[in-house]
């Protein structure tokens, strides 16, 4: 059975949290009203993720866990309701909107990176438990 590890080497330091500052930024560029509605949506899956949450009685680790995304959503409402994109309130001028943004998500960041856990499905990824699974598809692993 070969290892099935992963590395991004030099990059794998830079690259997640880079991306995710990117996401912030395009999501808080979209502007205030589309922000709000987006969040809506949002709003409408931890609903339906709660009714799962509760019927399936899952742990209460997945729900602390998930804590940060909440408060991040809520940050990017606000801060997209009092910034220079699309706001009539435009309290944080250009660029110091950006540079919230960015400090801010690097918080969010490794906020959710220490609030995650190891779960089954991890570890036997790690030791390499069904590794073959993409040989057994044949050839639908290749369309």
Request: charged content about 15%.
């Amino acid at each position: 059975m070969k290892p099935r590890y992963f590395s991004l080497g030099v990059y794998g330091n830079w690259i997640g949290p880079v991306a995710f500052c990117a996401g912030a930024l395009f999501l808080y560029w979209g502007g205030w009203p589309l922000v709000g509605q987006e969040s809506l949506l949002f709003l409408v899956g931890v609903v339906i993720y709660a009714y799962y949450f509760k019927r399936l009685s899952l742990p209460l680790r997945d729900i602390k866990a998930g804590v940060w995304w909440i408060a991040f959503i809520l940050f990017e409402n606000i801060i997209s309701y009092i910034g220079s994109f699309n706001s009539s309130v435009k309290l944080i001028p250009f660029p110091w909107d950006n540079a919230v943004i960015i400090v801010f998500a690097l918080f969010f960041y490794y906020w959710g990176i220490s609030s995650g856990y190891r779960t089954k499905e991890l570890e036997d990824y790690v030791k390499g438990v069904n590794a073959d699974f993409w040989d057994d598809l044949g050839v639908w692993a290749r369309v």
